[in-house]
């Protein structure tokens, strides 16, 4: 059993123009860090694409219509006023989603203990009819719904301690008890949801924290609210968003994390999935916005996975 990384040239070609934080050289930075020799013996595979099927059964089929005929042949297109299009965008999204139905398929038949997909763009701000926040499709609620159809779990979580709450993940869950959603995130801060009373179906779970918080206002949320409920809810595959812009140095928020704080919720998280599911975990990658940061932060996640 092994952990496997999800990751595809196709992500370089989603360009989002001069300036935008989601840019190409987020997905560069990460991969020249895993050319770092500990990950010599990390199994890499290719993310396919995800058909229209797997996607619908989170954005209807006229929302991904839309989307694809939105994708320009030249320059540039904006669906808003943070989320842009080129003419690479359509494959580096289909491949986002694919990359984290595959990891699930993966982890789910037993071929890898746990699956880390390093992709863009990040999917966790698209809700159902609304590509928003850099996002075209939901990655993450993409594979849960996936690991429920295809595979037939009742029980799949979402942990998600992206900076910004994961307004599309929790819109895709909101009336589906058998899925649960529970984030940390920086409040107040785009997109403005995430409040505590925010609760769905008692499947959601929000865990908002004050501008300039750290490790440990962060780690004493994660300890009294998001994972006694993660335990709890007893999922048969537990997701993490796993977004590093709760980084001190990210440019676009302004918590104070530190790369050992996103080691120690993996590892806390891998503990309660070892629990209640024989450590089955899917991590796809969200924001991070400082290239340092993100490149540390996403191999010291990628390195707690491998003590699997």
């Not at 001069?18 to 190409?24: A, D, L």
């Not at 899925?179 to 107040?188: D, E, G, K, V």
């Not at 908002?208 to 780690?219: D, K, N, Y």
């Amino acid at each position: 059993m092994t952990t496997l990384l999800f990751t595809h040239d196709a992500y370089a070609g989603h360009e989002t123009g001069q300036m935008h934080p989601e840019h190409p050289a987020r997905i560069k930075a990460i991969w020249k860090a895993l050319d770092n020799p500990v990950f010599n013996d990390l199994e890499r595979r290719e993310a396919p694409r995800a058909t229209v099927e797997q996607i619908a059964r989170v954005h209807p089929e006229r929302y991904i219509a839309r989307i694809l005929e939105a994708i320009p042949e030249s320059g540039m297109a904006a669906l808003d006023g943070d989320t842009f299009l080129s003419p690479g965008s359509g494959e580096a999204g289909l491949r986002a989603a694919g990359a984290a139905v595959a990891a699930t398929d993966a982890v789910l038949s037993g071929d890898a203990s746990n699956a880390f997909c390093a992709a863009r763009p990040p999917g966790h701000h698209a809700e159902p009819e609304r590509a928003m926040g850099f996002c075209l499709f939901n990655s993450v609620a993409i594979a849960a719904r996936h690991a429920k159809a295809v595979h037939g779990l009742a029980r799949v979580a979402v942990m998600d301690f992206d900076v910004h709450h994961g307004n599309g993940t929790q819109a895709a869950f909101w009336d589906e008890p058998s899925l649960l959603y529970a984030s940390t995130h920086q409040m107040p801060l785009y997109p403005g949801t995430g409040a505590a009373t925010e609760r769905g179906q008692g499947n959601i779970v929000n865990a908002p924290l004050a501008p300039m918080s750290g490790g440990p206002e962060f780690r004493q949320a994660m300890t009294d609210r998001i994972l006694p409920a993660v335990a709890a809810f007893k999922p048969e595959l537990l997701i993490i968003s796993a977004g590093f812009d709760a980084h001190r140095d990210d440019p676009l928020a302004s918590l104070m994390l530190e790369v050992d704080d996103f080691v120690w919720a993996t590892a806390e998280l891998m503990r309660i999935a070892d629990g209640t599911c024989g450590g089955k975990v899917v991590s796809c990658l969200e924001g991070g916005y400082d290239l340092e940061a993100l490149s540390l932060c996403t191999a010291a996640h990628l390195k707690q996975l491998m003590t699997a």
